[in-house]
C-alpha cells in the first residue's frame, strides 16, 4: 500500500508538470487535460487511500470527544499543575 501511493503521488506531480509544461508551449487543450487528470487522480485516488492507510487500525473513540476523554485530560491537568 505504501509503495501505491508513493507511486500515485509521483505520478500526479508527473501529470501536473506535463500538463503545466504542454500548457506553456502553446495553448493545447492537452495540458488542461493532463492537469485535471492529475488532479482527479489526487482526489479520488490518492487522497482516500492514504486516509484509509494512516487511520487503519486506530480506534476513533480515543480522538472523539467524550465524556470519559474530557475526564482524562482534566485529570492530566491537575496532576501537571501540582
Not at 31 to 55: E, H, K, N, Q
Given at each position: 500500500?505504501?509503495?501505491?501511493?508513493?507511486?500515485l503521488f509521483?505520478?500526479?506531480?508527473?501529470l501536473v508538470s506535463v500538463g503545466?509544461?504542454?500548457?506553456?508551449?502553446g495553448n493545447h487543450p492537452t495540458g488542461d487535460r493532463w492537469v485535471?487528470?492529475?488532479i482527479l487522480t489526487a482526489t479520488f485516488i490518492l487522497m482516500p487511500?492514504?486516509?484509509?492507510?494512516?487511520w487503519k487500525g486506530k480506534k476513533v473513540k480515543d480522538?472523539?470527544?467524550?465524556?470519559?476523554?474530557i475526564q482524562k485530560m482534566k485529570d492530566f491537568n491537575k496532576k501537571k499543575k501540582v
Amino acid at each position: 500500500m505504501k509503495y501505491i501511493i508513493r507511486f500515485l503521488f509521483v505520478a500526479v506531480i508527473l501529470l501536473v508538470s506535463v500538463g503545466y509544461v504542454y500548457k506553456n508551449m502553446g495553448n493545447h487543450p492537452t495540458g488542461d487535460r493532463w492537469v485535471g487528470i492529475g488532479i482527479l487522480t489526487a482526489t479520488f485516488i490518492l487522497m482516500p487511500l492514504f486516509i484509509y492507510r494512516s487511520w487503519k487500525g486506530k480506534k476513533v473513540k480515543d480522538y472523539m470527544l467524550t465524556e470519559e476523554n474530557i475526564q482524562k485530560m482534566k485529570d492530566f491537568n491537575k496532576k501537571k499543575k501540582v
